[in-house]
């Protein structure tokens, strides 16, 4: 028998607080990072003294990528943090509004997060005083681009592809392949209402379709591209330019009002829109196509120099809920990496139909990273392109 979700919402956060004392008595100097709280000047040493010191901030600073805040009033009423968001329109832009000093921190795909922990502007995180941190998915966790040397540099948020998207009274239903936005008479056919991502990170879908038709490049992972593999993919991306009728922002509503009117017929998306864009029953397919696509694993860090960190901790945790995680998963159109929220969605068949739980579904999804000199690996004989310039590389793309 189901629960009534938003029972167990207020049930669950109404005993936030007295859950964080029972558990702060069992916390201390542990060996999976029990000293890492002392990097972070202000922050309690035990989960009791967090939230005493949290409802002594009264609030937290956040940036978010778009919807990604839930239950904000629940979260203030339990522990006395008001939340201030505020929404990043790309992860250049979500970077620098972190390095301004005026956030406590926020939500981060993987070619900002990268970034962040590499400069230091992130710190590690001590999972001891994060009490949902022990049920997120396994396979979330450790990976490069919500860790650094072993050491947890955050909470996942969740996970979702990067979806071909398309208006099924223009672009036919059958449709199954990234090939209709790069091959030259799809081109020709949908000139001026193709829907492209405006970001350098971008290149990687170009980089991807490469490997499923051009495996003499030898392109294995799409961040991380040698010179000519690189080369390959910025002239795949030149061709397409003169018929891109619109290059999307972090604000989604353009791209959304783009597809209602018909200006725009196929594209890539985010699953947030595709679901938007169903509600008002806009005729529109969003699909994983067979050549895999790139997608984002979005994790929740805290500043080095966090004003609020007690109120950051404790935020870090409640989007770790399973009442958060299913809020939000429903509401982005994403998959959560806490299932326990599976049992508070109000689709029950909304894991399922995110694949939540089904790793083999994700196998041909490249998660969001940061191009890197090294390639990412152990062998020093292989130079990649780094992040400066598949910037530059875009900006002459995009004219």
Known sequence: MRVNRRAAVLVALGLLVAALAVVAAGCGGGDDGGDVSTELEGLGTSLEEIQDLARQEGEVNLIQWPGYSVLTDEFTSATGCKVNTKDGASSDDMIALLQSGAYDGGSFSGNASVRLMTTGDVAPVNTEFITNFADIQEGIQGQDYNSLDGQPYGVPHGRGPNYLMFRTDQVPEDTDTWGVIWEDDQLAKYKGKISIYDDSIFIADAALYLMATQPDLGIEDPYQLSQEQFDAAVALLKKQAPFVGEYWPGDVVKQIQSYTNGDSVVGTTWPYQYL??????????????????????????????????????????????????????????EAPVNLKACDLTTNPNHCEDFHADDESWWEDVYYWTTPAQDCNDDDDSTTCMTQADWKAAWTEIRG
């Open 276 to 333: 938007a864009l169903t509600k008002e029953n806009v005729p529109v397919a969003g699909i994983k196509p067979r050549e895999g696509t790139t997608g984002w694993s979005d994790t929740w860090m805290i500043s080095s120099n966090a004003g609020n960190p007690n109120c950051m901790y404790l935020w870090m945790d409640h989007m770790a809920s399973p009442e958060a995680q299913a809020v939000v998963a429903e509401g982005f159109g």
